[in-house]
């Protein structure tokens, strides 16, 4: 039986080991000092570190462009009508060129953007932020592919990120009037005399109550209350031309509702908090495939953050505070059993070694091969996560990139050689006053694995040491990194 | 919800049924010892009667909006030529398909000669006019309503392979039920229980720190290796990771050693000829997959279609044409059935740079021993055309796609579609018993 008290941990009680636990689920892990630090703030200091993050304007923005796909001019479009109604074949083409010369443009500063976010990630001192970016990005999923418009993306991803730690309400809030999540929703052609039940449905289904918690007809009228929801270029825009004033009847409740009345009625629904709890939940502390999935204690305590949720009117940041300060997150049934995300996976590797900088575009390629390109989530429903990142070719360039990662090798480079390692792994052990084989090998388990290595697993690693005279060099070192990365344990966290 | 509840239960009893047995084996050969003595009668794929679970699905994708009235050519429709002055295929140079004697006016594109010599033997089934209703032109759109088969929702949701495999398999599925070649797996890949398998280069497809340490593959080996700990709960996320591990290992040496070996049969040298000559090794060395994806691009002709689309249909039918001869030369083609498909088709009318715009309804090839050959379905009028100047499609898409899942893998295409959809005669029924 798992521990479902959300009262807080002892301080006597969080250690190393707790604080690793922490950081790992509310950031991407991170250095044994960084967690030696967390550690000796105690529990809650470290939690509020953690919840309330600096301010993070400083940052570097990314390099983007937001006119590329700037809409026709008037002057343009007047043009180009002419040039339809008149067959005017040559200036249609021309028209056709400068939109094709426009979306390679624009995949291309998508690919920086998302270079720039998985560089974030790795570099930010507020962790936290992204990782609730990141919830949000995967709960709130829009994908390039059905928006092609990077500036769009980057601005829902702003979003995201400036109300990470607010309040959910303000968040479904904003996505009804977000012009990435418009255009990827067909709202922008929700039309009084035509209404289009995309984003009505998936505001229930998805981003505020679940499967089952309305009905048909509550999207009909959802959507009507949707309606002019629209952009102009890159902001949203109210065309009241096209929206219905007429009363509807959504979950209940009648009036003549507009999007945002749509939005407040769906968060004062029981089902909402339950879903946003199981949601927080599954990002933070366990994989739950569905809520249904939950077992009993696990419910018990989706149950509790859902009452937090409501009371607090989905202000996040006491919910969240409460939840990783709670004993239950501290579980031993809660750790080290999540399977990471090809995202955790990336930064958590590169933030706990340090590793040097590497090739921005060959992580982008992995994180898409392992299933998890940012950005570019493959539908509305965002990642489903949990055991479905791992199979047996994910696996490899799981363990592959972490080889990458410590030792600089690309995958596919043959002709690549030990000596160009440029990565001192000799500082993970520096402060050990007698580095036995012993030592080393239980220091590196523990900065990679809480300690939580099969003792086969172990005894294997031991065994490589033996076999190179017990020898603790950067050579070894190295070995030893890229074999615990590759253990079938580094995949949990 | 309740069916999952079940699938998971079945899955556990039968995992600790086998634990105590096979402790060490990988997933598949556990299922396979699992299969000869199936204590819960449970079936491994839910298959309908008389319908082998040794059948083989191959998607071949041809991403970009393929133009269809140049791959199959109404040459005897005046509308094509005066719709097409410059890039419209002249009757003399159409390869004909006079089927049974009698001229029915269409014809393959000219570079599609290897693929005339499979129909002629009565292995190809081309479906005509194949589309969907209020057609969209964006090709990611339109792809994912492809991938989706979900039409209605712009093509949202799970992909309709994956959403099979949710319906068909208990517990947890086979380690390789479904292998994309690519470096993503794609969307119609994607379901709750299935997590795709998608790799571009076998030489990948294993761990490459071995190369560091000529020693450090002994010790990657005990750790990869070791299989589940008997004492494990099988259903733990660590369980699950090893067994994994183990599979990752067990079908990296299959696959590898599958790839090293040389095809029975030449392939021309293309992207999707390589891609269907990477299958065709791994269907000969059964790995137990059902749903293979393939794929070539390029087909976005808006401009200089001629001799674009000319490589295009050389490449397309050098590389499937080549595939099938392998596959019978392996004594495997009455197992493996191909599946041919384009997000659209493109206008009708050419445009001002010698190309094409996206356009609507298009054909689609299915090309295996099973089938019925020929042409089916029925080509749109070229003059009776939709506001945009494209064509009004004849055929739904999924009515392909439900014949292919009732009939081909023996599932239930009303639950994989979300209702039902009268078939396409695709499949001739004397072969398929």
Redesign the interface.
């Known amino acids: 039986m798992a521990n479902t008290s959300t009262s807080p941990i002892k301080p006597d009680r969080f250690g190393y080991a707790e604080a690793q636990h922490l950081l790992n689920r509310a950031g991407f892990g991170g250095s044994s000092r960084q967690i030696q630090t967390l550690a000796s703030m105690g529990p809650a200091d470290a939690v509020d570190t953690l919840i309330d993050f600096p301010s993070t304007t400083d940052l570097p923005k990314p390099d983007i462009d937001p006119d590329v796909m700037r809409p026709l001019t008037d002057a343009e479009r007047r043009e180009r009508n002419r040039a339809n109604r008149n067959g005017d074949e040559e200036t249609l083409a021309r028209f056709r060129a400068m939109r094709q010369t426009a979306q390679g443009a624009d995949r291309r500063q998508f690919a920086n953007l998302q270079q720039w976010w998985v560089d974030r990630m790795i570099t930010t001192p507020a962790p936290m932020q992204e990782k609730l970016t990141l919830l949000w990005h995967g709960h709130f999923a829009v994908n390039y592919r059905g928006c092609e418009d990077a500036y769009l993306i980057y601005q829902q991803n702003e979003l995201f990120r400036q109300n990470a730690n607010t309040s959910f309400a303000r968040l479904a809030a904003g996505i009804v009037r977000d012009p990435a999540m418009l255009v990827f929703l067909n709202n922008d052609r929700n039309l009084k005399s035509r209404p289009n039940e995309n984003l009505a449905r998936e505001l229930m289904e998805l981003f505020t109550l679940g499967v089952g918690q309305y009905t048909e007809n509550d999207i009909k009228q959802g959507a009507r209350a949707l309606t002019g929801y629209t952009r102009n270029d890159n902001d949203f825009r109210f065309n009241s031309g096209q929206h219905d004033t007429g009363n509807k009847t959504i979950l209940g409740k009648t009036g003549p509702f507009n999007g945002d009345q749509f939005v407040n009625i769906c968060l004062a629904q029981n089902a909402c908090p339950q879903f946003i709890a199981f949601k927080i939940y599954k990002h933070f502390v366990a994989d739950v495939a569905k809520p249904n999935d939950a077992d009993p204690d696990q419910k018990r305590v989706i149950l509790k953050i859902a009452a937090d949720l409501r009371r607090r009117d989905y202000d996040l940041k006491p919910v969240l505070r409460r939840l990783l300060l709670s004993e239950h997150f501290y579980d031993p049934s809660v750790r080290g059993t999540k399977i990471k995300s090809p995202v955790e996976l990336t930064v958590g590797t590169i933030r706990a070694l340090a590793t040097p900088q590497r090739s921005g575009r060959l992580l982008l390629d992995a994180l898409r091969m392992m299933g998890q390109e940012p950005l570019n989530p493959p539908n509305v429903a965002g990642w489903p996560g949990g055991r479905t990142w791992i199979n047996t070719s994910t696996l490899f360039i799981r363990q592959n990139l972490a080889t990458y990662l410590i030792t600089g090798k690309p995958p596919f480079d043959t002709g690549w050689t030990r000596k160009q390692i440029n990565y001192d792994a000799t500082a993970l052990i520096e402060d050990i006053k007698n580095p036995t084989p012993q030592a080393v090998v239980d220091r590196l388990l523990a900065l990679l694995l809480g300690g939580a290595a099969r003792p086969e697993n172990r005894a294997a690693l031991l065994a490589f040491l033996k076999d190179h005279n017990n020898r603790i060099t950067n050579d070894t070192l190295i070995a030893l990194l890229c074999l615990i990365t590759a253990m079938p344990e580094y995949q949990l966290c | 919800?309740t069916d999952?509840?079940y699938t998971r239960r079945v899955f556990l009893q039968r995992s600790l049924a086998m634990i105590s047995a096979t402790g060490t084996l990988p997933l598949f050969l556990q299922r396979s010892a699992f299969a000869i003595d199936n204590p819960l009668d449970a079936p491994l794929t839910s298959s309908r009667p008389g319908v082998p679970d040794d059948r083989i699905l191959v998607v071949v994708q041809l991403g970009g909006g393929n133009d269809g009235l140049n791959t199959v050519v109404p040459y005897a429709d005046s509308a094509y030529h005066n719709a097409r002055p410059y890039i419209g295929i002249k009757e003399n140079q159409v390869i004909k398909l006079d089927t049974h004697g009698k001229t029915d006016g269409f014809g393959l594109h000219p570079s599609l000669g290897p693929l005339k010599d499979l129909y002629d033997e009565g292995l190809v089934s081309i479906l005509q006019g194949v589309g969907y209703p209020n057609p969209n032109r964006?090709h990611?759109?339109s792809m994912?309503i492809w991938h989706?088969a979900s039409p209605e929702?712009?093509?949202?949701?799970?992909g309709w392979i994956g959403r099979y495999f949710d319906n068909t398999c208990a517990g947890e599925p086979e380690?390789?039920a479904c292998i994309a070649i690519g470096?993503?797996?794609p969307?119609a890949t994607?379901g709750?229980k299935i997590?795709?398998?998608?790799?571009d280069?076998a030489?990948?497809?294993?761990?490459?720190?071995s190369?560091?340490?000529p020693?450090?593959a002994?010790?990657?080996d005990?750790?990869?290796r070791?299989g589940q700990?008997a004492t494990a709960d099988p259903d733990?996320?660590?369980a699950?990771?090893?067994r994994?591990?183990l599979?990752?290992q067990v079908?990296?040496e299959k696959i590898r050693s599958a790839m090293a070996k040389p095809a029975e049969q030449s392939y021309p040298n293309s992207r999707l000829a390589r891609s269907l000559k990477m299958i065709s090794a791994m269907i000969r060395a059964e790995l137990g997959t059902r749903v293979y994806y393939a794929s070539m691009s390029g087909f976005d002709t808006?401009?200089g279609q001629l001799g674009n689309h000319n490589r295009l249909m050389r490449d397309f039918a050098g590389a499937v044409t080549a595939f099938y001869k392998d596959l019978k030369k392996q004594g495997n083609a009455s197992r493996v059935c191909i599946l041919t498909f384009s997000e659209f088709g493109r206008r009708v009318k050419q445009?001002?740079?010698g190309g094409t715009?996206h356009g609507t309804a298009a054909p689609m090839f299915m090309i295996g021993d099973m089938v019925n050959p020929g042409l089916l379905g029925r080509q749109p009028s070229l003059t009776q055309l939709d506001s945009n100047g494209d064509l009004k499609y004849n055929v739904d898409f999924r009515q392909a796609y439900a014949a292919v899942i009732d009939r081909w893998m023996g599932a239930d295409s009303k639950a994989v579609l979300g209702r039902s959809f009268k078939h396409v005669p695709i499949f001739n029924p004397k072969k398929l018993a």
């Open positions: 919800m999952n509840a964006s990611f759109k994912d989706t929702t712009g093509g949202q949701g799970n380690a390789n470096d993503k797996a969307l994607y709750e997590s795709p398998i998608a790799f280069d030489n990948l497809f294993r761990w490459v720190g190369e560091l340490h020693d450090l002994k010790s990657y005990q750790i990869n070791a700990d733990s996320p660590a699950f990771l090893t994994t591990a599979d990752a079908s990296s808006h401009a445009n001002a740079s715009d």
